[in-house]
């Protein structure tokens, strides 16, 4: 269900092609994406990235009260000094 929520984001939602985004998946060849998606391997770095690149959130929210507890965002893949 992550892969077809990830695939669903890039393809219908953003109407971007799968095969730009071989970077993001840190991955060299269309079948090795394949298999990314087919395992359903996905890092939270690789979701963050993601999220930058399509300029959407990835966040944490309280299911009661609907309040946004964190943001993930490319600051948070920084090193720590």
Known sequence: ??????????K????RN????MK????SSNQALNTKFV?????IEELIELCDELDVSL???DNKTR???ITFDKEDLKKDS
Do not use: A, G
């Open 18 to 21: 799968m095969n730009e985004f």
């Open 67 to 69: 309040r946004i507890l």
């Open 39 to 43: 395992r359903n391997q996905f890092s």
């Open 12 to 15: 219908d939602i953003k109407k």
């Open 24 to 27: 993001t998946f840190r991955v």
């Open 1 to 10: 269900m992550i892969k077809d929520k990830i695939k669903y984001l890039i």
């Open 59 to 61: 966040q944490i929210k």
